[in-house]
């Protein structure tokens, strides 16, 4: 910048007052290198420095007001057309990156309220089934109300799921409160209850109750806890609630666990926090919230992702606000005023009458209507109206003043560019430069030398306008979008979570709703048959309980290595034998993910089939694709497989499914990349 401003201010060593033409370069490097609001405070000083040092060659107070003016306008264009470049770059790219991160952000958010929401629920229910299957055939009655409990219990995980995917989902403390006695006691964990917090404001209410479900849900699996204390109530003007019981033997900082860090980042939200700690063999789990210290807000895409959008949004692009685009056009617009008034009363102090002042309202109120207000828009008769005004007023003041008008006649220029539609365009901004030579001859006075200066200033201010109104239109457009285009992504990846929701309700709840509605008319009559029922729906809860976790925690972060653990999981959960294997390098993040999601589908058809009881998986690479075979001992049903196919042709590759002999094999094909830095392949 030093080197920058010496090779700005050296020239006018010889070649004087003209130099000034090169500072304006200087006040829009400085604006957009500097950091705000550094940037303008040099600027400021740039625009006072230059007529300072034009003041040594005698210039009058007049005509430093015109360099200082001249500098200050020039350097205000030269920045915005400079960051006009990047507004358009940054348009097209943040259109993607926009829709990834409020897609990143709602999945992040799907997994907190499947974990939560839901995860307490099904635990609920499968414990609720394990007591009741116990109870029998000693104690039917006693069973058949556990299995009404059940039911309920399962309805109430049906309804939270169908909601999951539009984020309508809301809790109550008090409810919460009222099912956890129950809930444990199922668990028969001896249970104290005191919690006295009324009148909460929705948010707070909604975000205890989440942590007195997540911590209720830590207690029932821990097998040894014996013991639970439920303890709330408002102090000052905190409301607090304590959960503690006796079945942790080691401390659990909040930062240990995806549902303590859940549940920080709620309380935080609504300006809570979260402490853990250990007292005489005791874990105590407590929450603290001022419900008036901090509004409640839902974490934003932001947020959620972390860098990504904040980064996003720290760029030029996000920087600009529609009010400060449009700031800085208004400023170059009225800007042309004074410095056409200066030259005037520099020149010809005699010159500015009161038809020039007339012509520059005109023109000032026709530019600012053509600038801001979408004129290719208007009806084709205003549109000529404003631009014949317009055209009058500027060549009137070019016969009147001359070379003197400088580049007022650039308002007609810029005017035609933001009017007329198509290429024509060009050809009458040509025009307008040429009519302005053609007047400036007609009136063929001393300033005759300056007519070459007159057209092309007219030529460059048009330019100029026209390119800062385009930054206001880009700046604005992005704007708008910005909101439509998160708006889209996450309602495209609610719809992706509502078909995943639909297919464990369809299936998996279906069925252990089926069963438990059986098994609750059979408990007096047919307590065997019972007992019969009540397993099957043990065996679909369990498997219903490692999808929903494998769908939660495939949410917030997929990756292959991950996926493949929650296979073995996901298959020994639902009793099938299962051998996998991984025979290629590590791959790109892509391809990584993509095969990730595509094993996922697999296996989440395997494991809904019934009769399986044997599976392999393989992962191999060759000749520039990644193959993934998955083989089961059950029926190959095409149907049960089509989502998978689905995916795979999604991502530009093959699947097929393919019987033989007791086997089922199911193929992917899908193009990869590897690492730059392959590592050897895992076992």
Same mark, same amino acid.
């Given at each position: 910048?030093?080197?920058?401003?010496?090779?700005?201010?050296?020239?006018?060593?010889?070649?004087?007052?003209?130099?000034?033409?090169? @500072?304006?370069?200087?006040?829009?490097?400085?604006?957009?290198?500097?950091?705000?609001?550094?940037?303008?405070?040099?600027?400021?000083?740039?625009?006072?420095?230059?007529?300072?040092? $034009?003041?040594?060659?005698?210039?009058?107070?007049?005509?430093?007001?015109?360099?200082?003016? $001249?500098?200050?306008?020039?350097?205000?264009?030269?920045?915005?057309?400079?960051?006009?470049?990047?507004?358009?770059?940054? %348009?097209?790219?943040?259109?993607?990156?926009?829709?990834?991160?409020?897609?990143?952000?709602?999945?992040?958010?799907?997994?907190? #309220?499947?974990?939560?929401? @839901?995860?307490?629920?099904?635990?609920?229910?499968?414990?609720?089934?394990?007591?009741?299957?116990?109870?029998?055939?000693?104690?039917?009655?006693?069973?058949?109300?556990?299995?009404?409990?059940?039911?309920?219990?399962?309805?109430?995980?049906?309804?939270?799921?169908?909601?999951?995917?539009?984020? #309508?989902?809301?809790?109550?403390?008090?409810?919460? !409160?009222?099912?956890?006695?129950?809930?444990?006691?199922?668990?028969?964990?001896?249970?104290?209850?005191?919690?006295?917090?009324?009148?909460?404001?929705?948010?707070?209410?909604?975000?205890?109750?989440? !942590?007195?479900?997540?911590?209720?849900?830590?207690?029932?699996?821990?097998?040894?806890?014996?013991?639970?204390?439920?303890?709330?109530?408002?102090?000052? #003007?905190?409301?607090?609630?304590?959960?503690?019981?006796?079945?942790?033997?080691?401390?659990?900082?909040?930062?240990?666990?995806?549902?303590?860090?859940?549940?920080?980042?709620?309380?935080?939200?609504?300006?809570?926090?979260?402490?853990?700690?250990?007292?005489?063999?005791?874990?105590?789990?407590?929450?603290?919230?001022?419900?008036?210290?901090?509004?409640?807000?839902?974490?934003?895409?932001?947020?959620?992702?972390?860098?990504? %959008?904040? *980064?996003?949004?720290?760029?030029?692009?996000?920087?600009?606000?529609?009010?400060?685009?449009?700031?800085?056009?208004?400023?170059?617009?009225?800007?042309?005023?004074?410095?056409?008034?200066?030259?005037?009363?520099?020149?010809?102090?005699?010159?500015?009458?009161?038809?020039?002042?007339?012509?520059?309202?005109?023109?000032? =109120?026709?530019?600012?209507?053509?600038? $801001?207000?979408?004129?290719?828009?208007?009806?084709?008769?205003?549109?000529?109206?404003?631009?014949?005004?317009?055209?009058?007023?500027?060549?009137?003041?070019?016969?009147?003043?001359?070379?003197?008008?400088?580049?007022?006649?650039?308002?007609?220029?810029?005017?035609?560019?933001?009017?007329?539609?198509?290429?024509?365009?060009?050809?009458? /901004?040509?025009?307008?430069?040429?009519?302005?030579?053609?007047?400036?001859?007609?009136?063929?006075?001393?300033?005759?030398?300056?007519?070459? /200066?007159?057209?092309?200033?007219?030529?460059?201010?048009?330019?100029?306008?026209?390119?800062?109104?385009?930054?206001?239109?880009?700046?604005?457009?992005?704007?708008?979008?910005?909101?439509?285009?998160?708006?889209?992504?996450?309602?495209?990846?609610?719809?992706?979570?509502?078909?995943?929701?639909?297919?464990?309700? *369809?299936?998996?709840?279906?069925?252990?709703?089926?069963?438990?509605?059986?098994?609750?008319?059979?408990? %007096?009559?047919?307590?065997?048959?019972?007992?019969?029922?009540?397993?099957?729906?043990?065996?679909?809860?369990?498997?219903? @309980?490692?999808?929903?976790?494998?769908?939660?925690?495939?949410?917030?972060?997929?990756?292959?290595?991950?996926?493949? #653990?929650?296979?073995?999981?996901?298959?020994?959960?639902?009793?099938?034998?299962?051998?996998?294997?991984?025979?290629?390098?590590?791959?790109?993040?892509?391809?990584?993910?993509?095969?990730?999601?595509?094993?996922?589908?697999?296996?989440?058809?395997?494991?809904?089939?019934?009769?399986?009881?044997?599976?392999?998986?393989?992962?191999?690479?060759?000749?520039?694709?990644?193959?993934?075979? =998955?083989?089961?001992?059950?029926?190959?049903?095409?149907?049960? =497989?089509?989502?998978?196919?689905?995916?795979?042709?999604?991502?530009?590759?093959?699947?097929?499914?393919?019987?033989?002999?007791?086997?089922?094999?199911?193929?992917?094909?899908?193009? $990869?990349?590897?690492?730059?830095?392959?590592?050897?392949?895992?076992?």
């Amino acid at each position: 910048m030093t080197a920058l401003a010496a090779s700005v201010f050296a020239p006018a060593l010889w070649i004087g007052p003209q130099s000034s033409a090169f @500072v304006p370069l200087l006040a829009a490097s400085v604006l957009l290198v500097a950091p705000a609001p550094v940037n303008w405070l040099l600027c400021a000083l740039v625009c006072v420095a230059n007529p300072l040092l $034009f003041h040594m060659y005698g210039l009058g107070p007049v005509s430093l007001v015109f360099v200082s003016a $001249f500098t200050l306008v020039n350097g205000l264009v030269f920045y915005g057309l400079s960051s006009l470049a990047t507004l358009a770059e940054e %348009l097209e790219s943040g259109r993607s990156s926009l829709g990834r991160i409020a897609a990143a952000g709602e999945r992040v958010r799907i997994a907190r #309220d499947l974990h939560d929401v @839901v995860g307490h629920d099904l635990l609920a229910f499968t414990l609720k089934n394990e007591l009741a299957h116990r109870l029998l055939p000693g104690a039917p009655e006693r069973a058949r109300e556990v299995m009404w409990e059940a039911l309920w219990i399962a309805r109430r995980a049906t309804a939270a799921l169908r909601m999951i995917p539009t984020g #309508d989902q809301k809790l109550s403390l008090d409810s919460q !409160v009222k099912s956890i006695e129950s809930t444990l006691s199922a668990a028969q964990i001896e249970t104290r209850v005191a919690v006295d917090c009324r009148d909460l404001p929705e948010e707070v209410d909604s975000v205890l109750a989440i !942590v007195l479900r997540e911590a209720v849900t830590n207690v029932l699996r821990h097998s040894k806890a014996r013991q639970c204390d439920v303890e709330g109530g408002v102090r000052g #003007d905190f409301v607090w609630l304590s959960v503690a019981n006796d079945g942790i033997t080691s401390e659990m900082p909040p930062s240990s666990g995806s549902g303590l860090d859940n549940l920080a980042s709620r309380l935080a939200a609504v300006g809570g926090r979260i402490t853990v700690r250990r007292e005489d063999g005791w874990f105590r789990l407590v929450a603290e919230v001022r419900p008036s210290g901090h509004p409640a807000r839902q974490p934003s895409p932001e947020r959620e992702v972390g860098t990504g %959008l904040g *980064d996003l949004t720290r760029r030029s692009a996000l920087r600009w606000a529609p009010g400060g685009a449009n700031l800085l056009t208004l400023a170059v617009l009225l800007g042309y005023i004074p410095i056409l008034i200066t030259n005037i009363l520099w020149r010809n102090p005699a010159g500015f009458t009161l038809g020039v002042g007339a012509c520059l309202a005109v023109l000032f =109120v026709t530019q600012f209507a053509h600038t $801001f207000f979408g004129p290719r828009a208007w009806p084709r008769t205003v549109r000529v109206a404003t631009l014949t005004t317009q055209a009058v007023a500027s060549f009137l003041g070019v016969l009147w003043v001359g070379a003197l008008w400088g580049a007022m006649a650039g308002f007609l220029a810029g005017s035609v560019l933001l009017v007329i539609r198509g290429r024509r365009k060009w050809a009458l /901004y040509a025009g307008v430069g040429a009519l302005v030579l053609a007047a400036a001859h007609v009136i063929g006075d001393e300033q005759s030398a300056l007519h070459g /200066y007159l057209v092309t200033s007219t030529l460059q201010a048009g330019l100029a306008i026209y390119g800062l109104a385009s930054l206001t239109a880009v700046v604005a457009e992005l704007r708008e979008t910005r909101d439509e285009i998160v708006r889209l992504a996450v309602t495209q990846e609610r719809l992706g979570v509502a078909r995943k929701v639909n297919d464990l309700l *369809d299936r998996d709840l279906f069925t252990i709703m089926w069963n438990c509605g059986v098994a609750h008319s059979l408990t %007096l009559t047919e307590p065997g048959r019972a007992q019969e029922h009540i397993m099957e729906v043990l065996t679909a809860s369990r498997r219903l @309980v490692t999808e929903v976790r494998s769908t939660a925690s495939g949410y917030r972060h997929v990756s292959l290595a991950t996926e493949v #653990d929650s296979t073995r999981a996901a298959l020994a959960a639902a009793g099938i034998d299962a051998r996998v294997g991984i025979g290629c390098d590590r791959l790109a993040q892509a391809s990584d993910m993509a095969l990730a999601l595509v094993l996922r589908d697999a296996i989440t058809s395997v494991v809904r089939l019934s009769g399986v009881r044997r599976c392999t998986v393989e992962i191999t690479a060759r000749d520039g694709a990644v193959a993934l075979r =998955v083989s089961h001992d059950g029926t190959c049903d095409e149907d049960s =497989v089509e989502h998978v196919r689905a995916r795979v042709e999604a991502l530009n590759g093959s699947f097929r499914a393919e019987p033989e002999g007791e086997w089922c094999h199911l193929t992917a094909e899908l193009p $990869f990349a590897a690492r730059r830095d392959p590592q050897p392949a895992r076992p």
